[in-house]
């Protein structure tokens, strides 16, 4: 077959194939273009899921008349100008394709003014066809822009459109993720000649609060943690919701770097490994997070959408997002402040702005929040009872006849069934389930004396023989360090053979092939590696033996001070909120929940 070159149109439609996938993608860029030209209002209209048309109206700087037909040539911007621009990109849009593709698969209307003119300009676009004349049109400063009938004359990419339904729920998650980006824009949806949505521009914390409730629901704002981290040249913002809140898919989990919205995985793989410990692993984390960093440290030109990037560090940021996140939600239960009327951590109540943690140089490696136990309880991983064998009960017990100063747990009233205690706060009444809640402080400790210091090692009588894959006994010959920094040391004796020589004392009982597999296997699937993905492996057993050897049983009965001595325990634990299978560990009911399930007052 002969060699030819493609007609124009073509090229444009095959190009517009990288860009516009969607209604959807068709206001993502638009959107982007509309920020990026300054708009402090965006009006949003769709028809049909944005399938028959979708209107975008800014208050932006506008389209000067002469570059209206440079803004629908390929490969024409305003945002770049050399190579060395590519390198420090600071807006989100930027390619030059966004308006030509559009108008190769879609009728483009576009009319826009500067604020030199005295009226605007405005040009209507058909597939294939040539430029026409910008004709005068009477409007504000800014840029309207319609978008009708898509892909009505390319049937192949029609077919694979959905129904009004799903287009429409794809074109609102891509408004509103836009809307999170920039809380200071007021942007407006409608769709079928009905407002869905108003996000006002926010001035105040309190306004971006209630702006975030608004597109992320109330639910999520009642159960986040408000989290500021600024240092190693990364600054973060975010809501972490707690893991209470935890959802069966991944539809409120939002990542933003410099304002754009990224779905990297690098990133999904620390926020998932921040929370793998208090998460059961079908269940899935909820956040909305900002970072912050210099242009120069991260590459955005990796992917048509830019929902991508490359980082030259990306260890760093790895370890700086995990850390952050993990340490934030490992908090133990705080007194609240009774001058602000912060609620405690775990209580499922956090104001914006709280706890507010300024780091200098990010989080360090160890807990930046101290794990504090209560006084004269020594804990014991291999006894329950140890828990209680020290315990000062008159500094357990409650006062009599008052709850006022009470801890953030309160204090014990009664257990139940041998499965709960029911203790009495300031606010309401808590419901701990005794055998999980143990769980989690004897696994805390554990990990304490594994992860602390440099772990002890025990030599093994007869080392343990590991038949691997050559690719797996690569990979883990590879990490033979970072299974020494753990107390597990390992020899390569064959192709396709390990051996487990010495491993950790505080797992000298546990199935060491069955842990190594373990840890093997993590180390396949890590795009970084690094230390954390052998921890968490190791974590997984000293959960199981946390549950199956550590803790307390279901059925056992407590006196008042064993029950005190726990929640006192609780109290000072990180991730206390929830046992190692993501299952929580106690409830609140303030009194207002009881009076609403007693009818009270009304």
């Known amino acids: 077959m002969a060699i030819r070159a493609l007609p124009s149109h073509l090229i444009n439609q095959i190009a ?4 516009v996938e969607r209604p959807a993608s068709v206001l993502k860029e638009l959107l982007e273009n509309a920020i990026d030209a300054g708009a402090g209002r965006i009006d949003i209209e769709a028809e049909a899921g944005g399938m028959a048309r979708l209107r975008i109206v800014d208050n932006g700087c506008g389209i000067a008349r002469d570059e209206l037909a440079l803004a629908l040539t390929r490969h024409a911007t305003s945002k770049i100008a050399s190579l060395d621009d590519l390198e420090a990109v600071g807006t989100l849009g930027f390619r030059g394709e966004a308006l030509p593709s559009i108008a190769a698969v879609a009728e483009l209307t576009l009319a826009s003014r500067v604020a030199t003119d005295e009226h605007g300009w405005s040009v209507q676009m058909q597939p294939g066809e040539p430029m026409p004349q910008a004709r005068p049109q009477a409007m504000p400063v800014g840029t309207h822009i319609t978008v009708e009938r898509l892909f009505h004359q390319i049937p192949a990419r029609r077919r694979f459109l959905r129904a009004e339904r799903t287009e429409w729920s794809h074109l609102d998650a891509v408004a509103r993720r836009l809307a999170l980006s920039v809380p200071e824009r007021d942007i407006r949806m409608r769709h079928n000649g009905r407002e869905q949505w108003h996000a006002r521009a926010a001035c105040t914390p309190e306004d971006a609060q209630r702006r975030i409730a608004s597109l992320l629901g109330e639910e999520f704002v009642e159960h986040a943690l408000c989290l500021d981290y600024e240092g190693q040249g990364i600054g973060l913002q975010a809501w972490l919701a707690r893991p209470a809140f935890s959802r069966s898919q991944g539809d409120l989990q939002h990542v933003f770097i410099n304002g754009r919205y990224i779905r990297d995985r690098l990133l999904i793989s620390a926020l998932k490994a921040a929370y793998a410990d208090v998460l059961h692993y079908s269940r899935q984390p909820a956040y909305l997070i900002f970072l912050r960093m210099d242009p120069r440290e991260l590459d955005v030109n990796v992917h048509p959408t ?5 980082f030259r560090d990306s260890r760093r940021v790895f370890e700086f997002l995990r850390r952050s996140v993990s340490q934030a939600i490992a908090a133990p239960v705080q007194v609240a ?18 706890p507010n943690w300024s780091i200098a140089e990010g989080p360090p490696a160890s807990a930046s929040l101290p794990v ?10 291999d006894s329950a009872a140890a828990l209680y064998a020290e315990v000062q009960p008159a500094q357990l017990d409650m006062p009599s006849g008052t709850v ?3 801890p953030p747990l309160g204090f014990a009233l009664a257990q139940i069934h041998g499965v709960y205690i029911l203790s009495q706060t300031e606010t309401g009444a808590v419901l701990v389930d005794m055998h999980a809640a143990h769980e989690r402080i004897v696994l805390e400790e554990l990990k304490q004396r594994l992860h602390g210091q440099q772990a002890v090692s025990q030599p093994l009588l007869l080392p343990v023989e590991l038949r691997l894959q050559p690719a797996e006994a690569d990979r883990a010959e590879e990490a033979f360090p970072l299974f020494e920094r753990l107390g597990l040391e390992l020899r390569r004796t064959a192709v396709e053979q390990l051996e487990i020589r010495a491993v950790p004392v505080v797992l000298a009982n546990f199935d060491h092939a069955a842990l190594v597999r373990d840890m093997i296997g993590d180390l396949g699937a890590a795009d970084v590696l690094d230390t954390h993905r052998l921890e968490c492996a190791i974590d997984r057993a000293l959960g199981n033996m946390a549950c199956k050897s550590g803790s307390i049983k279901a059925g056992r009965q407590l006196d008042r001070h064993e ?7 609780v109290e000072r634990t ?8 993501g299952r929580p560990t106690w409830v609140e009911l303030s009194m207002d929940a009881l009076d609403k399930l007693f009818m009270r007052g009304r």
């Open 16 to 19: 517009a194939g990288e860009v």
């Open 306 to 310: 830019k929902q991508e990037v490359r």
């Open 337 to 354: 402040d009774s001058a602000s009327g912060a609620a405690p951590a775990g209580s499922g109540q956090a104001p914006p702005g709280e």
């Open 372 to 381: 504090r136990r209560p006084l004269g309880v020594s804990l014991r991983a």
């Open 404 to 406: 006022d100063q009470a």
């Open 563 to 569: 029950m005190n001595a726990l929640l006192r325990q």
């Open 574 to 581: 990180p991730r206390s909120g929830q046992c190692n299978h």
